[in-house]
């Protein structure tokens, strides 16, 4: 293993470390990972360690949720109007129109199938124009499941029996699976 690359034992001890900036760390890695693509589920994991289930999820959530809103921002202020300047009339109305009848539920189903990439999500939401409250009550629900189960799974990481680990993951691998399959049914993937 390159000297760079941690496992998620090391990356918990790594926190354990820091002392009272622990905390402060998660969120500010969690805010960096919307700038900087790197596995944000292992940081989640460590939180769940380190922490518990119910404080390591709030440290992720809040580092999540900020910087969910700063890509978000950021993407609307330096994206939105170039993406709409690249569209017809008739076709940016019909975004518009589709964010306005559909755009808190994609968005929300969106949160709930892992698969799509969480930044690519916020960086998207912030091109078309759905409403800044509309992204941060359908961010802040959609990604508390996914946070405390990675956190649970983090605080019991080391008490779960293998046959245990490999339910938990079946049984998420068919949520992900059964969301997905449901939202394509919908048409909104």
């Known amino acids: 293993m390159s000297k760079y690359s941690l496992t998620p034992d090391e990356l918990a001890q790594q926190l354990r470390a820091l002392g009272a900036w622990a905390p402060v760390a998660v969120i500010v890695l969690m805010i960096l990972h919307s700038f900087v693509p790197f596995p944000a589920e292992i ?20 580092g999540a949720m900020l910087g969910a ?32 009848d559909r755009g808190a539920l994609a968005l929300l189903i969106s949160r709930f199938i892992p698969v799509i990439a969480f930044n690519l999500i916020n960086y998207a939401a912030g091109l078309t124009r759905v409403r800044l409250w ?20 983090g605080a019991q990481m080391k008490e779960l029996s293998w046959p245990m680990l490999l339910i938990v993951s079946a049984v998420g691998v068919i949520l992900v699976c059964g969301l997905h399959h449901w939202a394509k049914l919908r048409r909104w993937i």
């Open 43 to 62: 940081l989640a994991i460590c939180a769940g360690a380190v922490f518990g289930t119910v404080m390591g999820s709030v440290l992720i959530w809040i």
């Open 134 to 153: 509309t992204f941060v009550w359908t961010t802040g629900l959609g990604i508390v499941p996914f946070t405390v189960m990675l956190a649970y799974l």
């Open 69 to 100: 809103l700063a890509a978000f921002g950021l993407s609307r202020k330096l994206g939105q109007r170039v993406i709409l300047g690249w569209l017809a009339p008739a076709q940016a109305q019909r975004l518009n129109d589709w964010t306005q």
